[in-house]
C-alpha cells in the first residue's frame, strides 16, 4: 500500500483521480490540497464521491505531502515547477498533469506558457509519461510529465506511421474535437452551457500550446523532426476527444491494418478497430482505452487515422494512474479495468 497525495484537488482532473484511486487496491489517499475549500470534505464538493472518500481538503502548505509515496498535481500550468523539487529532494515521485515538465526545449516552453522555467535540471530529468512509448523510463522515472490530452490522442494514431516509416514527415494534419471538460472547471463565459450547446468551431487555429508538444513526440517516434498541422475544435460534449489524422503515404501498398494490430497487440489500453470501423467518443467515455481505425483515401494517397479517447481519462487522470502503477511496479491496469460507459 503506498501513500499518494494530489495536489489540486478541486478541478475535473482531480475528481477523477479521486474516483480512480477509491477502486485501487494499492494505493490510499492521504492529502487533497486546495486553498480556497480547505477545511471542507471532497465529497461535499463532488457529492459523487460520497462513500469513495472522506478526504478533507488542505491547504498546500499544510498538506503531508513529503510522507507520501507519490504526489500527483492536477494545477494550472507554472504551478508545479515550483514545488516538484522540495518533494524530489524529499524523495516523493511526482506526476505532473500539467505541461510544467512536457517540453524539454527551455526556448519553447517560454514561447508558449510565457514565463522561464523554475527548475530546468529537473525537466531534463522528467520522463514523457506516454506508456506506449516511455513504459521502461517510466518505472523508474522521479518526475513524469503526463501527456497532454490532445497529443494522446494524436501520437497514438501517428505512432505506427511514423516508426515504421510509411507516411512523410511533412503534410500531416491532425483536425481534433474536444468536449468542453477540456477547458477545465473555471467559470468562462465561452464554456458556458449556452454558449458550447448546438454549436461547434475551432479555436486557437494560429497556435495552440500543445502542437510543440505533438510535434516534439513525432520527432521522437520518425527518428528526424516532423511537421504537423493541428486544430483543435470545441463540441457540444461534456468528455472525449476525436482526432481526424492525415499523413501522406510513401508506401501506397502497406498494410496499415495489419500494421496497426502488430504495433498495439500487446498494449492494454489500446483497441485498434477491425478494417472499415469507425470509433465514436462514446465507445470510450469513462474509460482509459484509446480507440484507433486506420483507413486510406479513396485515392490511395495518404493514411487516415481515427483516434478516440476520454480525454479526462486516456487524457489525463487515468494515464496519470495508469504511470502510477508503471512507477510502483503493480499491475498496469490496476483501477482501470472498467469498460467505457454506455449510453
Known amino acids: 500500500m503506498i501513500k499518494v497525495g494530489i495536489v489540486g484537488g478541486t478541478g475535473y482532473t482531480g475528481a477523477e483521480l479521486l474516483r480512480l484511486l477509491a477502486q485501487h487496491p494499492q494505493v490510499q489517499v492521504t492529502a487533497v490540497t486546495s486553498r480556497k475549500q480547505a477545511g471542507q470534505r471532497v465529497d461535499q464538493l463532488y ?76 525537466l531534463a530529468e522528467a520522463v514523457y509519461g506516454l506508456p506506449e512509448v516511455n513504459r521502461a523510463q517510466v518505472r523508474t522515472a522521479r518526475i513524469v510529465a503526463n501527456p497532454g490530452c490532445y497529443p494522446t490522442s494524436v501520437q497514438l494514431g501517428l505512432l505506427p506511421l511514423l516508426e515504421s516509416g510509411v507516411v512523410a514527415r511533412e503534410g500531416i494534419i491532425a483536425d481534433c474535437k474536444s468536449g468542453v471538460s477540456g477547458a477545465g472547471r473555471e467559470a468562462r463565459i465561452g464554456s458556458l452551457f449556452c454558449e458550447t450547446s448546438d454549436s461547434f468551431k475551432a479555436y486557437a487555429v494560429s497556435g495552440h500550446r500543445h502542437w510543440p508538444e505533438i510535434e516534439q513526440g513525432l520527432a521522437q517516434a520518425a527518428g528526424a523532426p516532423v511537421s504537423a498541422t493541428f486544430v483543435p475544435h470545441l463540441l457540444p460534449l461534456i468528455r472525449g476527444i476525436h482526432a481526424t489524422i492525415y499523413a501522406p503515404l510513401l508506401d501506397m501498398q502497406a498494410d496499415l491494418q495489419a500494421l496497426f494490430e502488430r504495433y498495439y497487440h500487446s498494449e492494454p489500453f489500446v483497441d485498434v478497430m477491425p478494417a472499415g470501423e469507425h470509433p465514436e467518443t462514446r465507445g470510450v467515455r469513462g474509460s482509459n482505452l484509446c480507440r484507433l481505425a486506420v483507413h486510406k483515401s479513396p485515392d490511395g494517397k495518404h493514411a487516415i487515422v481515427l483516434s478516440v479517447i476520454d480525454n479526462l481519462v486516456k487524457g489525463a487522470s487515468g494515464q496519470a494512474v495508469q504511470n502510477l502503477n508503471l512507477m510502483f511496479g503493480f499491475d498496469e491496469s490496476l483501477a482501470l479495468s472498467a469498460p467505457p460507459l454506455a449510453p
Open 47 to 122: 457529492p459523487h464521491l460520497r462513500g469513495a472518500t472522506d478526504a478533507i481538503f488542505q491547504a498546500p502548505d499544510e498538506a503531508p505531502l513529503k510522507s507520501c509515496d507519490a504526489v500527483f498535481y492536477a494545477t494550472p500550468h507554472g504551478t508545479a515547477m515550483y514545488s516538484v523539487p522540495e518533494l524530489v529532494a524529499a524523495g516523493v515521485r511526482v506526476i505532473d498533469l500539467s505541461a510544467d515538465f512536457r517540453l524539454k526545449d527551455l526556448a519553447l516552453f517560454k514561447r508558449w506558457y510565457k514565463v522561464d522555467h523554475a527548475c530546468p535540471d529537473l
